[in-house]
């Protein structure tokens, strides 16, 4: 069974969740091919896969625009294999926050008309070391401002790999035909299955 992964990261932390998920389609003894949105270097190919994730971060309340418009312009080849959208974002890691999160994904899907048969909101990290002034306050005075997070303790991160497992061996055993393997547990954590 082939994979095609479709993702694009800014800081890094997407592309570390990328990684994960290669390594669980790999156990589950797939192949993967690797899209960044970002480098399109050659044309998107989904005639010769069986099923596609999707990742991407959320900056600035809303996906890569490079990543969208690659969704967008694929959906029929999208609409033909079963696919996993993994929704990266910092508000994800907090209870207060994933109504917002939800809204973000929500606002993709209505943007580019893509539904996909799966989806899970992820908690990405703070990567000060390598935030600039404003992006600097943009995470804590708009994304942190509710809760007791500082961005000047450092890098850290909230990814539940877990649950990212979970979900992803869930999603693989489906499209393989090994039917509905995602417990009520998983399901709570996030992983909404599209009927
Ligand atoms: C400038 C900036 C803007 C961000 N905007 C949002 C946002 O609007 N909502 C959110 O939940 N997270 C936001 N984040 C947090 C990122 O989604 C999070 O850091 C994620 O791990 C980034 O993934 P990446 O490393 O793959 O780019 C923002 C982060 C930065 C640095």
């Not at 490079?66 to 609409?79: H, K």
């Not at 999160?101 to 000060?128: C, H, N, W, Y």
Request: negative net charge; proline residues 4%.
């Amino acid at each position: 069974m082939r994979t095609i992964i479709i993702f694009e990261s800014y800081e890094g932390q997407t592309r570390r969740i990328v990684e994960r998920v290669a390594e669980r389609v790999h156990a589950a003894g797939g192949s993967v091919g690797l899209f960044d949105a970002s480098q399109q270097t050659a044309p998107l190919r989904l005639n010769t896969t069986d099923r596609v994730i999707l990742a991407a971060p959320v900056h600035e309340r809303r996906h890569p625009k490079n990543f969208e418009l690659l969704v967008a312009t694929s959906l029929e080849d999208l609409a033909a294999v079963p696919t996993l959208m993994l929704s990266v974002s910092l508000k994800a890691a907090f209870p207060e926050g994933r109504d917002e999160a939800q809204d973000f994904l929500d606002e993709m899907k209505m943007r580019t008309g893509f539904t996909p048969d799966r989806e899970l909101l992820v908690a990405g990290a703070i990567r000060s070391d390598n935030y600039d002034y404003y992006q600097r306050q943009i995470v804590q005075h708009v994304l942190l401002h509710n809760v007791d997070v500082d961005v000047s303790d450092g890098p850290r991160e909230f990814t539940d790999w877990l649950a990212l497992r979970d979900a992803v061996d869930g999603f693989l055993a489906e499209a393989s035909g090994g039917g509905s393997v995602v417990d009520l547990e998983t399901s709570a954590r996030g992983c909404v299955e599209r009927s």
